[in-house]
């Protein structure tokens, strides 16, 4: 068990540009999660999936934003025409489905919009 | 609304005391799931205990205790024999099966020497 593994984990970038962020979950786990968090705040729920299926998305996830699992393992998250508040630590969780609801988090990616 | 509210932005506490971070939420749902999160200093969120709502009998982790009181909503963690390497953020969360955590903003926990 190598943990929640997250990347990159600092991305600087100019305003306007499209980033990619990648999440590697534990191996067995089949829900994964991305939650944003803002400084002095709780992270917040974006979206997250079962497999490769895609089941939620918060009304913070923009049409600028969009996540993929495609084989069920690996996601990605991806802004496009990034703003500076955009700005925040990306989390990635996964967890069991039949794990007692118990979320393991990645290290995050820390994104600064210039 | 699903909030989670931790009133205590700071505590602090000495090594070798006890502290406790406080926690309130609210759901018209009975069946759910409660958790203490660790953060800290640019590192990753990590669980430090967590308790089902169906259960009455709290959950203790080592030094960490909880103090689950269903009727009022509320969702207290004990931290005995502080120890220097305690200090961090705290969130509290809760979720129901199958859907994603809510958060409340955290309580800095300081320990001093």
């Known amino acids: 068990d190598t943990g929640v593994s997250q990347d990159p984990r600092h991305k600087i970038t100019k305003r306007g540009q499209n980033v990619t962020f990648r999440c590697d979950p534990i191996?067995?786990?089949?829900?994964l999660y991305w939650y944003r968090q803002t400084l002095g705040q709780g992270p917040e729920f974006l979206t997250y999936f079962q497999n490769e299926a895609q089941l939620e998305k918060s009304r913070l996830l923009s049409d600028r934003f969009s996540a993929e699992r495609p084989k069920g393992s690996f996601s990605t998250l991806e802004i496009q025409r990034t703003e500076q508040g955009d700005s925040a630590m990306y989390l990635c969780?996964?967890?069991?489905?039949?794990?007692?609801?118990?979320?393991?988090f990645g290290p995050g990616t820390r994104l600064l919009v210039l | 609304a699903q909030t989670v509210t931790q009133s205590q932005p700071e505590m602090s506490v000495q090594e070798a005391e006890t502290v406790t971070l406080s926690c309130t939420y609210d759901t018209s749902e009975s069946d759910y799931y409660l958790f203490w999160y660790k953060q800290p200093p640019s590192r990753q969120m990590i669980l430090v205990i967590r308790?089902?709502?169906?259960?009455?009998q709290n959950a203790t982790e080592n030094r960490f205790s909880v103090n689950f009181q269903k009727a009022a909503k509320s969702f207290s963690l004990k931290i005995s024999d502080s120890q220097l390497g305690d200090a961090a953020m705290y969130f509290c969360?809760?979720?129901?099966?199958?859907?994603?955590?809510?958060f409340g903003k955290g309580t800095s926990l300081l320990v001093t020497p």
């Open positions: 969780a996964s967890s069991l489905v039949e794990g007692r609801e118990t979320q393991y």
């Open positions: 308790q089902e709502a169906y259960k009455q």
């Open positions: 191996s067995e786990h089949n829900r």
């Open positions: 969360a809760y979720a129901h099966p199958g859907y994603a955590l809510n």
